[in-house]
């Protein structure tokens, strides 16, 4: 039967089986399977049928610990159930797992694999994360290719309910998950064909019924439970054979014959490899090549089945003629005798050859190594490097490979020129920025290539971590034979760069062929663009006979409407050149796509989409260049050499793409990592960034309290620093009487603004004669560069302001203080990173975070730089992200520790107070410490302590040294999303407020999982549509704010920069003053809010005014004075809320998506916030006077 | 005593229509116009400009930011299908026509040619008993001509009209050179009906923050004036029916309406301020002077006071602005 080919992801590829032999599905979001997830709650939400014609439900939980509970529940109640996860997502649903397995209950958990947080976190793909599962009792599964995600999700299924051991099926993040292939789809009759519904009958029938009760989950005694435990045995006796025979009666329908091991190879091979993952595939093209071209005897078993292992099924996999062994497990377990898969095989081999039928004549030499950890490369060359290893008599064993490991020596060296890539298949590669639309295009090319012709297809699409002005990196194949290459292009045959800027930043055309073809999207003319290409690019173009072709693809999108998008422009312009299709075919296929893409989205997007299509051609030109390099244009150094010698030598290496060379040793052994490293990486994303106007100026430093990125800042200092004051360095005489004779000074750092120009939405100063005209206005970045770079260094190395003279409860003055937290790779224009920067410049020099995982611990500590940074004392925030669920409770672990050490620091303080002086003692240990002169005091005694304590020859004047710094008052900060603080933190959040301590937790609240994509959270409010939420929240936000207060003690305030400054200024100090306690919930606009963020702060007015986010700050200590510890901010709702929450695409789409809902929902919306201003408004005027009263009965 | 009218072909009961506005976006309200008394129904308008910049503002930020980041490479669920453009407001039309038995008047306001008729049908398709073209556009440009702009609302009609089976209204503004010449190219064209006059929304100045602010006020009585002397004007040299809009507060503005020769006199502000229940009272107090000034049918009072039967026609001219000035002045003497 003649299937349909569809082209997909990985993880379409799983979910579309899942769904369809599902009848409940449980799930959370954790990149980088969310996407099965946010399948399934699409295709639940518009009435998909499983193959029984019912419509699975599906549900998001709390976190994967609730998540594999509820699948358990679901499982023993009867319906068949899935989930979706992995990394530390699998790690939490693993008592779960037991449970399940330990029942016999029939189930398939799809993981897309991925690292585990240890030294750092990583959302790329090994097999760390099931590894962890080989004790549960879960079967393993392993997909190598997308393909074969779908067919074995379909086979684990049915071997699940025949044999009832539970599975993971699980795949390569990223490498499977994320990439798109052209497959053969199986249809609801093959999936009706496979599974045998008397097993489905049987898990119904096994279910808790109460008109036949059972009890499970007993507890047993020493008596019993060991037998118990060996009851199951025979079912992961039997399981092997079943899975083979599903595998079986699988190729029976599809043709497609899969083992539990797969060998392929030489039938004679003396080497072998073992491997399982989309490493296999590369194997295999190796293998190939091997045995084809180089007539090696090697061979590549791939493990479909690991887990129940059989020892049986893989000894008759392997060639009788096999001497030696290389297993390679793309995991580590550090202090283990060898790797996971390393271990089982050797044991199978061992056991086998001391058995009393030995398989083989000479037991075979088996090592293992570690490959691929984190979506490392894995190349052919690797491939042949281990299989070099193998011919060596006694081969490395414990080796590593894709790596340089200069510190233990376990790297495999390999030759980067071993290239076997398919010289058939057309091999391109894409350079562009996230924001221009080159990945969508491709994607969208792909399924053009894939739909309409018989090649095989596969795009793997590469992003750096930055989240405003990041780089994206396409790679695609295409051919007649199947693409078994699951590496990034390493021969392009076709080359597009969409950002001429790119070409200074990244070797573009290191990896083009010679006679190549290369696209590049140039604002210059034709005539004028050879010259502007730097020197080196010219030379690659030269030496490798390029096909040169220019197009100015934005004015082509200015000219037909499309704004600044280029991506349908690009598209065409890689169809008429590259000759895959046909021009005209391609043309119409694209404009087909165009339809079928945008078509929903009306008629007068598809005619733009058209129109840009054909102006396309039309201004799509070949360049004819000479022999000559006549470009004078060098590429400038990555990080300025005046960078300390570990951003030079590490972290620009990093930055220019370059991370894959860095060795062992180059690397700090346990995660630290310097900070203030943000500042060295001037990634001149903004096209337009602010100017300053000092004649309308009015000091307010609104712009500077606003700016996400500290890329506008303020200092108001002596006029004698100007004499030397770089040409264009601007100033003007400060305000106040405090600064009389000073100058005050805002300097931009245009290199690392990213041009949100929220500054000049908040400027209040206009020009009275043109209000068009405010004392910031945009102004394009390039003809600025130069002269702001040298204005910017000038400008840093002007004295700050002596901070015990600022007025922090002031914006203006506060604004004064020094950030230190800069040029995050946050969105432009992102709505947390304001008061992240607030409490940096607040409380900075003394503070330790704890950062859940999310946007601000990935804007805050990914790779290469960090945006945390330190003062010219080199004081600064002290930063750590332990995991996404315990954030509260890794915060009140520094706190506990702080306490202990600071109350040892005290005891050691009073026990030597004779040898010490009992004046300093005594001041240190009664030291208010509240204001910046009270802590700044105490660090010069804690000095003077310091001196002291060196003189002492008493050993515990010797410990005091090593605790004294505790004597400075600490501030924990505890930060983290709504997903964190809402969802699957709450627990501990919840805990630690109970626990009476003085913690300051800020809660970034976007009302989604930014991070992940907009999965809804319980902080996501009535109406917005948000992944999961497809159809729109039906219910109202979680009150964080008021469930806090009922603790009485805690310190509650919720904000929004945006409504009023002073207002979140004055909560976050009160916050932090507050000797207990302390939760800040603070709104924070979104890009997944879906609205112009230069528009943030607007919005966030409305919302205040709307009454949807009332500003209040509930104060404990006005308990005692008998006053009402609520204070409420806002006026209630003054504007309706529609106002409001309609600017805003995750609400207005509801309007569009399902009118009649919208309105039900805006309704119930608004309602909800008339109710919960009279609740507020109730609150705040209750009468305290009765505790005040209380207490003076008390005294 | 009779109080029908007949306004573009349709028997209404009575001259009050409500005319375009919120209103008539709730259904539950459209049914209590109608048990209120009103004689038809003017839909609030159908803008074409609307459709497009919402569906570019759709397609914009569920596309931004999108796949520029591993985690995070979309952040929205994208629905199967949208219901962008017209579609609400055609099954709109059609709620409304199961819901009340008077007669629907759709409306719309259009920006390119091609969206004026494929809406204009699109609308006649939902079953509207009649389409009011609501030509709102203001010249800007110092290159465009009186013609030209003249030119636009007469082409624009032609389209419709010759698109559309249904009859067809036009609602336009007061300012051009010659309103008269107008109304006659419009009648040439083939309008079914003028509808007198279109109230530009004029945007206000906030001082405190030097921005220009929309500003939408609801009209008063004494912009009645306006379409109260146009359709005096024009009544009987034009074969389209005529209607008045603006500052229709009360059952004498309607009897002025109607002795000018209108057809029938819409009203919004005033339903907005007082509700629905507004046009039962004003018809009572309709009846009740007929009743005391002994009128029969409103057909014997339309026209009565337009410029071809009243006395004085200069009033409508040069004369009554002396006029009006020396009334202004008097008091002051």
């Not at chain 1, 598209?571 to 043309?587: P, R, V, Y």
Request: with cysteine; charged share 25%; hydrophobic share 35%.
């Amino acid at each position: 039967m003649e299937r349909k080919k569809i082209t997909i992801d990985g993880n379409e590829a799983a979910a579309r089986v899942a769904f369809k032999l599902s009848e409940v599905i449980a799930i959370y979001p954790i990149t980088p399977s969310s996407p099965m997830g946010e399948a399934s709650d699409a295709w639940s939400a518009e009435g998909k049928k499983n193959i029984w014609g019912t419509v699975p439900s599906v549900t998001e939980m709390q976190s994967e610990g609730g998540a594999s509970g509820a699948v358990h529940g679901s499982l023993q109640a009867g319906a068949l159930t899935t989930t979706f996860t992995a990394s530390q997502g699998l790690l939490l649903m693993i008592p779960n797992m037991h449970k399940i397995a330990g029942e016999l209950t029939p189930t398939v958990f799809h993981v897309s694999a991925r690292s585990l947080a240890a030294q750092a976190l990583s959302i790329f793909g090994d097999h760390s994360d099931v590894m962890q599962v080989r004790p549960t009792g879960f079967g393993l599964m392993a997909s190598g290719s997308v393909q074969e995600v779908h067919d074995l999700a379909a086979i684990t299924h049915k071997a699940s309910l025949e044999s009832r051991v539970p599975f993971v099926h699980f795949f390569d993040g990223f490498r499977t998950s994320h990439e798109i292939q052209k497959i053969e789809e199986l249809t609801d009759d093959d999936l009706k064909e496979l599974i045998d519904d008397s097993y489905v009958h049987a898990h119904r029938e096994r279910a808790m019924n109460p008109d036949k009760p059972v009890l499970r989950g007993s507890s047993q005694n020493p008596d019993v439970y060991f037998q118990g435990r060996e009851t199951v045995n025979k079912y992961y006796n039997a399981a092997p054979e079943i899975v083979q025979k599903a595998m079986d009666k699988f190729a029976e329908i599809t043709g497609r014959h899969y083992h539990l091991f797969d060998y392929y190879g030489a039938p004679d091979a003396k080497r072998v490899v073992i491997l399982m993952g989309s490493g296999t595939e590369t194997a295999e093209e190796t293998v190939a090549y091997m045995t084809e071209k180089m007539e090696e005897k090697v061979g590549v078993i791939k493990v479909r089945l690991y887990r129940p292992f059989s020892a049986k099924h893989l000894l008759e996999a392997l060639p009788k003629t096999v001497e030696k062994i290389a297993v390679l497990d793309r995991t580590k377990e550090p202090g283990s005798l060898g790797e996971p898969l390393y271990l089982d095989v050797q044991s199978a081999v061992i056991e086998a050859m001391t058995s009393e039928n030995p398989p083989f004549e000479k037991t075979p030499i088996i090592v293992g190594g570690r490959y691929g950890l984190s979506s490392k490369e894995f190349t052919p060359a690797m491939v042949k490097a281990v299989f070099d290893n193998l011919k060596q008599d006694h081969p490395k064993n414990h080796f590593t490979v894709g790596i340089y490991d200069d510190v233990t020596f376990t790297s495999l060296d390999f030759d980067k020129n071993f290239i076997i890539e398919d010289e058939q298949a057309t091999k391109c590669m894409f350079y562009g920025l996230g924001s221009d639309g080159t990945v969508g295009a491709n994607k969208n090319s792909i399924k053009i290539i894939g739909g309409e012709t018989d090649n095989y297809t596969q795009g793997y699409f590469v992003y750096d971590s930055k989240k405003s002005g990041s780089t994206t990196v396409s790679h695609l194949r295409f051919g007649k034979n199947p693409i078994k290459s699951t590496y990034l292009v390493q021969q392009a045959d076709f080359v597009g760069c969409h950002q001429f800027v790119l070409l200074e930043n990244f070797d573009v055309l290191g990896n083009i062929k010679e006679g190549g073809t290369f696209l590049l999207n140039s604002p210059y003319p034709k005539d004028e663009v050879w010259d502007k290409l730097p020197k080196k690019v010219q030379q690659q173009i030269i030496d490798k006979k390029l096909d040169f072709y220019v197009i100015d693809a934005y004015k082509v999108a200015k000219d037909t409407g499309m704004g600044a998008r280029i991506n349908t422009i690009m598209q065409t312009c890689f169809f008429a050149i590259s000759g895959i299709l046909e021009k005209d075919e391609a043309i119409a296929k694209i404009k087909n796509a165009i339809e079928k893409t945008y078509g929903k989205k009306g008629e007068e997007i598809v005619r733009k989409n058209f129109n840009a299509v054909d102006q396309s051609l039309a201004n799509l030109y070949k360049i004819d260049y000479g022999n000559e390099v006549t470009s004078q244009i060098e590429l400038p150094p990555v990080v300025s050499p005046k960078a300390p010698e570990f951003v030079k030598d590490v972290l620009a290496e990093l930055i220019a793409g370059r991370g894959d060379d860095v060795p062992v040793s180059k690397m700090p052994e346990d995660g630290t990592f310097p900070t203030g490293t943000a500042m060295w990486e001037k990634r001149n994303v903004a096209l337009e960034v602010p100017v300053w106007e000092p004649d309308l100026c009015i000091q307010c430093n609104k712009c500077v309290i606003a700016c996400p990125h500290a890329a506008i800042r303020a200092k108001v200092y002596d006029e004698e620093y100007t004499k030397n004051a770089p040409e264009t360095f601007k100033w003007m005489p400060a305000r106040g009487k405090k600064d009389a004779g000073k100058v005050y000074t805002i300097q931009v750092a245009v290199e690392d603004c990213t041009g949100c120009s929220l500054c000049v939405e908040v400027c209040p100063a206009k020009d009275k004669t043109n209000p068009s005209r405010k004392s910031i206005n945009m102004a394009p970045q390039i003809p600025l560069r130069e002269k702001e770079r040298e204005n910017f260094e000038f400008f840093l190395n002007l004295p700050e302001y002596d901070r015990t003279q600022i007025k922090i409860d002031s914006v203006a003055e506060s604004q004064l203080l020094q950030p230190l937290f800069e040029f995050s790779g946050a969105c432009p224009g992102c709505g947390e990173t304001p008061y992240v920067k607030l409490v940096s410049q607040l409380f900075g020099d003394r503070a330790v975070i704890a950062n859940a995982t999310g946007c601000s611990s990935i804007y805050g500590g990914n790779l290469p730089t960090t945006p945390w940074t330190f003062n010219k004392e080199g004081r600064g925030p002290t930063w750590n992200n332990s995991l996404f669920e315990d954030n509260a409770e890794f915060g009140l672990g520094m706190r506990l520790a702080i306490d202990r050490e600071t109350e040892y620091a005290r005891e050691l303080l009073s026990e030597l107070k004779d040898e010490i002086g009992a004046e300093l003692v005594e001041a240190i240990l009664t030291a208010p410490q509240v204001t910046e002169t009270d802590i700044k005091e105490q660090r010069e005694r804690v000095e003077q302590l310091n001196d002291k304590l060196k003189t002492l020859s008493n050993p515990r004047a010797k410990e005091l040294l090593t605790v004294s710094s505790y004597l400075v008052k600490r501030s924990v900060w505890i930060m983290g999303g709504d997903g964190w603080a809402y969802d699957i933190g709450y627990g501990g959040l919840d805990h630690v407020l109970a626990s009476g301590k003085n913690v300051n937790i800020l809660v970034l609240d976007t009302e989604v999982y930014s991070n992940t994509g907009g999965q809804q959270s319980k902080a996501t409010g009535l109406g917005a549509v948000a992944k999961f939420a497809a159809a729109g929240r039906p219910l109202p936000k979680k009150d964080l704010g008021r469930m806090a207060m009922t603790y009485g003690n805690v310190y509650v305030a919720q904000i929004a920069m945006g409504a009023s400054d002073i207002q979140s200024l004055r909560a976050i100090i009160e916050a932090e003053h507050y000797d207990g306690p302390s939760i800040i919930i603070a709104y924070s606009h979104c890009i997944a809010h879906g609205y112009d963020l230069a528009k943030g702060f607007e919005q966030q007015k409305l919302a205040v005014d709307s009454g949807y986010w009332p500003l209040y700050r509930y104060n404990p200590e006005n308990i005692k004075k008998g006053k009402n510890p609520l204070k409420l901010d806002y006026k209630g709702p003054k504007i309706p809320l529609e106002d409001y929450i309609y600017n805003e695409t995750r609400y207005k789409m509801l309007t569009k998506a399902n009118p009649e809902r919208a309105k039900k929902l805006l309704a119930d919306a608004q309602e909800h916030v008339n109710e919960m201003w009279k609740i507020y408004s109730h609150m705040a005027s209750m009468d305290y006077s009765h505790f005040l009263e209380k207490q003076e009965d008390n005294n | 005593m009779d109080i029908k009218t007949k306004y573009l072909g349709l028997e209404l009961k009575n001259p009050i229509v409500p005319s375009a506005s919120p209103l008539t976006e709730d259904k539950d309200v459209a049914k209590a116009l109608e048990d209120a008394g009103a004689a038809a129904l003017v839909v609030h308008s159908l803008f074409e400009e609307q459709i497009t910049s919402d569906t570019e503002e759709l397609d914009h930020f569920l596309s931004f930011g999108t796949e520029s980041f591993a985690e995070a490479t979309s952040y929205f669920p994208e629905p199967t299908e949208f219901k962008l453009g017209p579609e609400e407001y055609l099954n709109h039309i059609a709620t409304l026509k199961d819901t009340v038995e008077i007669p629907v008047i759709g409306s719309i306001n259009g920006v390119s040619a091609g969206g004026w008729v494929k809406y204009a049908k699109e609308i006649e398709e939902a079953g509207a008993d009649a389409l009011e073209l609501n030509i709102y556009y203001v010249p800007t440009s110092t290159e465009l001509t009186g013609e030209e702009v003249e030119n636009m609302y007469v082409e624009t009609l032609k389209a419709v009209k010759e698109n559309l089976e249904i009859p067809v209204a036009v609602k336009l503004g007061p300012f051009f050179s010659s309103m008269a010449n107008m109304a006659k190219k419009l009648d040439d064209a083939g309008a079914d009906a003028l509808v007198l006059f279109n109230r530009f929304y004029q945007p206000d100045f906030d001082l405190e923050n030097l921005e220009v602010i929309p500003n939408i006020q609801l009209s008063s009585n004494w912009e009645l004036r306006l379409p109260l002397r146009w359709i005096a004007i024009l009544y009987g040299k034009v074969k389209a029916d005529l209607a008045a809009t603006s500052g229709v507060q009360s059952h004498t503005d309607v009897l002025k309406v109607m002795m000018a020769g209108g057809k029938v006199a819409m009203i919004a502000s005033e339903l907005l301020r007082k509700g629905p229940g507004r046009i039962s009272e004003i018809l009572d107090d309709l009846k009740l002077w007929m009743e005391e000034h002994e009128y029969e049918s409103i057909e014997q009072m339309q026209g009565s006071l337009s410029m071809r039967s009243v006395a004085n026609p200069a009033a409508f001219e040069r004369a009554n602005y002396m006029k009006t000035l020396n009334s202004f002045r008097q008091p002051l003497i």
